[in-house]
Nanobody
Framework: QVQRVDSGGGLVQSGGSLRPSCASSGRTFNGYALGWFRQAPGKEREFVAGINWSVTQLVYADSVKGRFTIYRDNAKNTVYLQMNSLKPEDAAVYYC?????????????????WGQGTQVTVSS
């Protein structure tokens, strides 16, 4: 079975940084788009960032532009989310996602493979 294992969340103070990552096993994700969603208590799951196979398309939610960077290491079959200048409103469970689509989309139903989630907590 294809598995995606999220890690790298944690607790930081406002203004700090974290770099969650997600390693995939079972198959290569060469040719796949990769991304991240998050869900905070009482809120709907929302798109955070996405990157296509050729790295010609990088898409970010307006709330994280300029602070977060998504990148991929295809040799390690891993996607990363560098999160800087974290704010309390960034606190959520973050989920890595993948799909064979060649373009990044922002709707949850468009992504087939999901990680188990990693918790990010930001103190004020």
């Amino acid at each position: 079975q294809v598995q995606r294992v999220d890690s790298g969340g944690g607790l930081v103070q406002s203004g700090g940084s974290l770099r969650p990552s997600c390693a995939s096993s079972g198959r290569t994700f060469n040719g796949y788009a990769l991304g991240w969603f998050r869900q905070a208590p009482g809120k709907e799951r929302e798109f955070v960032a996405g990157i296509n196979w050729s790295v010609t398309q990088l898409v970010y939610a307006d709330s994280v532009k300029g602070r977060f960077t998504i990148y991929r290491d295809n040799a390690k079959n891993t996607v990363y989310l560098q999160m800087n200048s974290l704010k309390p409103e960034d606190a959520a469970v973050y989920y890595c996602v993948a799909d064979r689509n060649i373009v990044v989309v922002t709707t949850t139903q468009s992504w087939r493979y999901w990680g188990q989630g990693t918790q990010v907590t930001v103190s004020s």
